[in-house]
């Protein structure tokens, strides 16, 4: 494990009598926020600061608030922790472990009492109401596994809640908005049940970044649980970094499809989808000038050459998941979840 170094306050109340979303005397779960961090005080230090006034200033009032930074190189830390102090706890890495690394290392070190766990880039910050209301909507919805809201992002004309895909994980527009309704995977900030996170297996530590989100989501569809946006809140996600046009980010684009095809297909939609995943990326490197720009023909052969070199990029979780799975892609198929 890549801890170097943790600060660790004490323990937080457990146990608070307090009234819940619907107005009445209870006790109200602990949830842990993971927010993860890698230099937010130089790339983007309005929207950092904000996040975590936003997390520690949050009306929920039985929570905890972990940093998880990821070989920050700039003062985010120090500075943080003249801040706020013991009102955060922070989990600091050693090197960059990107974001799949670095939310699974800030999952390990939530409170064992947790029940929710929140998990938010830097750059998102949300009204104060917004972890009560989603928690308080995972309590009423025992069937719901994660729960996000409306995603604004300044300068974009539409803000969905959530990401919505197709059998080869391309992106697709949303069918029905009803409210409020399920999306195929959240993204940037979402609240999701600790033993689900725990029974999926979290996030998947070969993806340093991209369709992490969705992979974890998808397993959480498979497991028998749903994915669902309430719009009666939302978050504001001022992305910046990282520029999504790198090589590296590129390829991890194109290859972490295929793991997660690997990963959760039965059979027989393995053996179909796969191979026209391949197909459309192939055509798409010949044809589309973006892709072709980005050489992106190299990077599909690459990708289907490490996959092929390294199976345990994708067997071992496979072969866990397996035991886990309880719905299919047929299924899903049918609910929309994943259009054909």
């Not at 009032?61 to 920050?72: F, I, Q, R, T």
């Not at 009102?87 to 600091?92: N, Q």
């Not at 910046?240 to 684009?253: A, D, E, G, S, V």
């Not at 391949?278 to 720009?293: E, G, N, Q």
């Amino acid at each position: 494990m890549l801890v170097c170094g943790v600060t660790r306050v004490a323990n937080p109340e457990v146990v608070r009598e307090s009234k819940n979303q619907n107005g009445r005397g209870g006790v109200l779960p602990l949830v842990s926020v993971v927010v993860l961090n890698h230099n937010g005080l130089t790339q983007n230090r309005d929207a950092f600061l904000r996040c975590l006034q936003s997390c520690v200033g949050s009306e929920y009032p039985n929570k905890e608030v972990l940093l998880v930074d990821n070989g920050s190189t700039d003062s985010s830390i120090p500075f943080v922790r003249s801040l706020y102090g013991e009102r955060i706890r922070y989990v600091l890495l050693d090197r960059n472990l990107g974001y799949s690394g670095g939310m699974r290392a800030g999952a390990r070190m939530v409170d064992p009492r947790a029940r929710y766990i929140v998990f938010t880039n830097n750059d998102v910050f949300f009204p104060p109401e917004t972890i009560g209301g989603l928690v308080g909507f995972l309590e009423a919805h025992p069937d719901v596994g994660v729960a996000n809201c409306i995603e604004i992002v300044p300068r974009r004309d539409y803000n969905p809640g959530g990401t919505y895909l197709d059998m080869r994980l391309s992106h697709v527009p949303p069918r029905d908005l009803s409210k409020p309704y399920f999306v195929t995977a959240a993204e940037n900030f979402f609240v999701i049940r600790r033993d689900v996170y725990e029974r999926v297996g979290g996030f998947d530590p070969n993806f340093f970044q991209v369709y992490d989100d969705q992979d974890l989501c998808l397993r959480v569809w498979m497991s028998g649980y749903r994915v669902a946006c309430d719009t009666h809140y939302s978050v504001t996600h001022m992305h910046r970094l990282p520029n999504k046009k790198t090589p590296i980010r590129w390829y991890r684009h194109i290859r972490n499809r295929y793991i997660v095809i690997l990963k959760l297909y039965d059979p027989s939609f393995l053996a179909a989808y796969l191979p026209l995943r391949v197909i459309t990326d192939l055509y798409y490197s010949v044809f589309d000038p973006k892709w072709r720009s980005r050489r992106s023909i190299i990077l599909v052969v690459r990708a289907l050459r490490e996959l092929v070199s390294k199976p345990n990029l994708f067997l071992p979780a496979r072969e866990r998941f397996m035991r886990v799975k309880k719905v299919s892609e047929r299924e899903l198929l049918r609910l929309g979840i994943l259009r054909p």
